[in-house]
């Protein structure tokens, strides 16, 4: 790993949700300052500011992280995924993790929704058939001070039946055509 001098920025380049961002950093600061206060990108909320909330997780190259707790440095040449990237079109419509937060009121001041979301996502993706439990499991990593946590639940668990549906329906058969219909 190169040795960066403390007392200096250097330019950090990263993929932000399909598309290439740059900006200067001191070899301190967070990933979360970097996105908000470098590039401009707002979605990412932060708490506690030491990784015990989970209003600030992200994705990096696939793999949630808390972004209170990464370097920017760190991340030079990564992919990371937040919130603004959710909406499948640069946010004219809302992803379905969205719509399912909004019909089941899973936010109130939403200053931790970010980050429920960003957890959703990477575990719907990584695993459309979680189990209620692991759903439960994966969401006791994140503090919501407003809701009680019974919406965001009935909202993640909603937003779950939908995507397995999209899923299947997308999914190619390997049956032949004539098959399908005999
Ligand atoms: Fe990062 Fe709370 S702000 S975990
Ligand atoms: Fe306010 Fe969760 S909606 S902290």
Do not use: W
Request: net charge negative.
């Amino acid at each position: 790993m190169p040795r960066l001098s403390a007392k200096d920025e250097h330019r950090v380049t990263i993929t932000l949700n399909g598309r290439p961002v740059s900006g200067m950093a001191e070899p301190r600061m967070t990933l979360s300052d970097f996105l908000r206060h470098r590039i401009g990108a707002t979605g990412t909320h932060v708490g506690c500011e030491h990784g015990v909330c989970g209003a600030c997780t992200v994705q990096i190259d696939g793999g949630l992280a808390r972004s209170c707790l990464a370097l920017a440095v760190q991340t030079d040449g990564c992919d990371v995924r937040t919130v603004e990237g959710l909406s499948p079109d640069g946010g004219a419509t809302l992803a379905i993790l969205q719509e399912e937060f909004r019909n089941h009121h899973g936010l109130q001041c939403g200053f931790c929704t970010p980050g429920f979301l960003m957890t959703l996502d990477a575990l719907f993706r990584d695993q459309p058939d979680a189990s209620e439990e692991q759903v439960r499991e994966m969401l006791s990593g994140h503090l919501c001070r407003c809701t009680g946590y019974a919406p965001i639940m009935k909202a993640a668990l909603a937003a779950q039946k939908r995507l397995r549906e999209a899923g299947a329906a997308a999914a190619p058969t390997d049956m032949p055509q004539e098959d399908a219909h005999a």
